[in-house]
């Protein structure tokens, strides 16, 4: 593939088009800035999309004169350039310089981030899906060069390996769900947080999570931490600094969690490459509860944008209940917080995702977060049971495996000892068919 629409840092113009206003730049300015690049002017247009360039043909020989002014390595376009637009732009602009859409710049900007293998695998697939139709178009305009096909089809080579990274893929998504399942039977509850990028997540993560720095409340120690949960989790302010999926442990009235800060999401991506994510989007569908963390400093029109974009993933992937998380709420005085939160609900009547209440919170300063709390405890799945086993040594093992797994208050008698056990409805089943088989029934 043609490595001119891959940033390298230096000097670029941005370019953006919007059919009913002026563009915004500031959010494809903070992606060039994530991408290691400096922005050093911009071109933008209200219009209709231009089949040829997108921008109109006038605007384009703007931008390709304002690139020549400023001496820019490359130009990112906010939107998606289709294979021939990227083709013309790219003849259009001074030779040399790179040009990257807003697609292939967020693929970009995951695949420096990326450090496990499921991330790798993910980013890979959904950059090759996103270059293929490029490459089919290429292919196309070659089918007459002998030359060309003497070293093999790129399409056909593009196509095998998709093949070999869903395949890989599909592995890695296997074991992570028996992963799951494994932490299910242990007695815990699977919380996610998704959102779109920047909206406090990871400081909410950490937030919530049971004393990251000094062991965990449970009685878990440094030495005998869960395999799966991540040594520190960052708080940077900047676009996609959580690459990679983490997970905390947390307690809640005695339930223990483990909550899971999935990577954050970005408007206007195509769903074929959301859904290229699919191993995170896994963590989104297997959680119990979902927390949707909002950037309620947003302005309002953005964040209606950023609501409807989190609740379009959610709707697709969340199977259990999703709770609105409108954060950032300490910047707000008390009428644009009123604001922000009318804002949210409307969205949210609109949506087909089972929705709770929005809960207001700042996850910097802790405001809200017992409200935050006491709403996943009412959603989490929940049963109970009143359980009677015989006083007898083989009880014991029985009662520390239920204190590992639920909440459990156990009355002793001279002869029996009843329980009053709480938790998720699988493990409470279980400890009913082990206190049966206590009594021999």
Not at 133 to 141: C, I, N, Y
Not at 227 to 233: F, K, N, P, R, T
Not at 250 to 270: I, N, Y
Not at 295 to 321: F, K, M, N, Q, Y
Request: with cysteine; charged share 30%; net charge negative.
């Amino acid at each position: 593939m043609n490595r001119r629409d891959r940033l390298e840092g230096g000097d670029v113009i941005v370019a953006a088009r919007d059919a009913d206003a002026t563009p915004d730049t500031t959010e494809i300015r903070r992606l060039a800035e994530a991408a290691g690049s400096d922005v050093v002017g911009e071109v933008t247009q209200r219009r209709t999309e231009d089949l040829r360039y997108n921008l109109g043909e006038g605007k384009a020989s703007e931008l390709a004169r304002v690139v020549t002014d400023c001496d820019a390595d490359a130009v990112v376009f906010d939107g998606e350039l289709s294979p021939g637009q990227y083709a013309d732009l790219l003849e259009l602009l001074p030779p040399g310089t790179t040009l990257a859409d807003r697609y292939r710049l967020v693929l970009d900007i995951f695949a420096d981030g990326a450090g496990s293998t499921a991330a790798t695998t993910q980013v890979r697939l959904a950059t090759l899906r996103y270059e293929l139709p490029r490459l089919e178009r290429m292919e196309g305009e070659a089918a007459l060069n002998r030359a060309f096909f003497e070293k093999g089809s790129p399409v056909l080579d593009a196509e095998r390996r998709i093949d070999a990274l869903e395949s890989k893929l599909d592995e890695l998504v296997d074991a992570a769900a028996a992963r799951r399942e494994r932490r299910r039977e242990e007695g815990f509850d699977l919380v996610a947080l998704a959102g779109y990028t920047n909206a406090g997540k990871s400081t909410l993560l950490r937030r919530l999570a049971d004393d990251l720095d000094a062991g965990h409340a449970d009685g878990d120690t440094a030495g005998d931490r869960h395999a799966d949960l991540a040594e520190s989790v960052s708080v940077e302010d900047r676009l996609f600094e959580t690459l990679e999926t983490t997970t905390r442990r947390a307690t809640v009235d005695g339930r223990r969690l483990l909550l899971t800060d999935t990577v954050g999401l970005v408007a206007d991506l195509p769903h074929d490459l959301v859904r290229s994510f699919s191993a995170t989007l896994d963590e989104i569908a297997a959680s119990d509860v979902v927390l949707a963390v909002l950037d309620a400093s947003a302005d309002e029109g953005c964040l209606r944008r950023r609501v409807e974009t989190t609740i379009d993933v959610l709707a697709g992937d969340a199977s259990g209940p999703v709770i609105p998380v409108v954060n950032k709420v300490d910047r707000l005085d008390e009428d644009a917080r009123s604001t922000a939160m009318a804002a949210v609900e409307d969205v949210l009547a609109d949506s087909d995702v089972e929705g709770r209440e929005p809960v207001p919170v700042s996850s910097l300063h802790g405001d809200g977060i017992e409200d935050l709390r006491a709403a996943v405890l009412e959603a989490l799945p929940a049963a109970t049971a009143s359980l009677t086993v015989p006083n007898a040594g083989e009880t014991q093992s029985f009662l520390s495996w239920l204190h590992e797994r639920v909440d459990a208050e156990v009355t002793y008698g001279a002869e029996t000892v009843a329980i009053e056990v709480s938790g998720r409805p699988s493990v409470v089943s279980e400890a009913e068919r082990r206190a049966a088989a206590l009594r021999g029934e």
